[in-house]
């Protein structure tokens, strides 16, 4: 499949160079057509793996993934051409966070509404699907990695969407058991609510290496 | 032990019933005196269950917990004589859930505040703990119910205090090595805000008897 990320940071490189080494063809977008880390990860990510704008990036892919840090997403999206998006599934894993008082950061946007929902209502053409989002990049592509069977959680409004959004997780290395599918696309305002308590956690665990498992 | 607990729902009834069990004296205060929940809980419990005010279960208790809901915490800990509450440690398991707009409820103090941190400042003398507010009733008092191992997290500014309850927990049944110390106060934030994570896995999974274990 051919896919464009928005975003080039450490989720957009792990996203991106796990769906080449699985054979997608993936285009990076970021703000400028040269940025320094996306000509640097399509230079290392092998033959598969291009680079452009936000607005190259929306036009390649069949489906799209919002990397971007949370309060640079809808700039981000708002630079594809509008029909570049229309019915295409958006993965959609980036969270509110608010640094602009230090660490911990707070969120930007909370409890009566999320990011996902907010990216939903700008890009009504959007299948947007909120996944990974409660995890470090490299948990999300590599989730083996861990000691025991942990949970990734999905929201979305759109059948369809969600499956093809665990047909990438699957190919991950998610196994179908530990996908949760929470519902529509506002139970997202509860997997980025988790953010505060993921930040607790990483800073009393010293790693971000760690996710969550529901036990019944 | 003798332990006041303020609150006689789901969750004062389940710690003062498992706190009987364990051989402690129980006072469950309510706003008034002939609280029938209370009034049933105690006749129910045993000899070493009494009820009475909140101001009763504030006198009675080496160690209080609030088992209230959130938007009354505050009141029911200011019923307590101040000389009551005068170095003691409260466990605070309450939720700042706000039900004004239905459900699922939002949340009244959240991301730069918690409800546990309200309480420590409204009642310096107190020595909170936060913990076992991330979960339903039974689950906090029968930990071994669910299929695997879970956890528990506990915030608090002083450490004599988060040993007692950590003391309390293992009295549960709760193994050393499932209860996570998160750091101070503050931290009680991320446990909050992870309440409308916990509603969205309740609807989606379609019973409350569960929990989250954290997974290196």
Same mark, same amino acid.
């Given at each position: 499949?051919?896919i464009g990320i928005?975003?080039?940071?450490?989720?957009?490189?792990?996203?991106?160079?796990?769906?080449?080494?699985?054979?997608?063809?993936?285009?990076?977008?970021?703000?400028?057509?040269?940025?320094?880390?996306?000509?640097? @990860?399509?230079?290392?990510?092998?033959?598969?793996?291009?680079?452009?704008?936000?607005?190259?990036?929306?036009?390649?892919?069949?489906?799209?993934?919002?990397?971007?840090?949370?309060?640079?997403?809808?700039?981000?999206?708002?630079?594809?051409?509008?029909?570049?998006?229309?019915?295409?599934?958006?993965?959609?894993?980036?969270?509110?966070?608010?640094?602009?008082?230090?660490?911990p950061p707070t969120?930007?946007?909370?409890?009566?509404?999320?990011?996902?929902?907010?990216?939903?209502?700008?890009?009504?053409?959007?299948?947007?699907?909120?996944?990974?989002?409660?995890?470090?990049?490299?948990?999300?592509?590599?989730?083996?990695?861990?000691?025991?069977?942990?949970?990734?959680?999905?929201?979305?409004?759109?059948?369809?969407?969600?499956?093809?959004?665990?047909?990438?997780?699957?190919?991950?290395? @998610?196994?179908?058991?530990?996908?949760?599918?929470?519902?529509?696309?506002?139970?997202?305002?509860?997997?980025?609510?988790?953010?505060?308590? @993921?930040?607790?956690?990483?800073?009393?665990l010293g790693t971000?290496?760690?996710?969550?498992?529901?036990?019944?």
């Open positions: 499949m051919r928005f975003g080039t940071g450490s989720v957009g490189s792990a996203i991106g160079s796990r769906l080449v080494e699985l054979g997608h063809e993936v285009c990076m977008g970021s703000r400028t057509a040269h940025n320094d880390a996306a000509t640097e @990860w399509a230079g290392a990510a092998g033959e598969l793996a291009t680079h452009g704008t936000f607005a190259d990036a929306g036009a390649f892919g069949e489906l799209l993934v919002n990397a971007t840090m949370g309060a640079g997403s809808l700039d981000a999206i708002g630079a594809a051409a509008p029909a570049d998006l229309e019915g295409k599934v958006l993965l959609e894993i980036s969270n509110p966070l608010d640094f602009s008082a230090g660490f969120l930007s946007i909370k409890d009566t509404d999320s990011l996902a929902e907010t990216i939903q209502r700008a890009f009504p053409g959007l299948r947007v699907v909120k996944s990974l989002n409660t995890m470090t990049a490299d948990v999300m592509v590599h989730p083996a990695q861990l000691s025991a069977s942990h949970d990734v959680f999905m929201s979305g409004n759109d059948a369809e969407a969600k499956i093809a959004v665990a047909d990438l997780l699957t190919g991950f290395g @998610w196994p179908a058991d530990d996908i949760v599918d929470l519902g529509d696309l506002s139970t997202a305002r509860g997997t980025e609510m988790y953010l505060p308590l @993921w930040l607790r956690l990483m800073a009393a971000p290496a760690f996710n969550i498992k529901v036990v019944r």
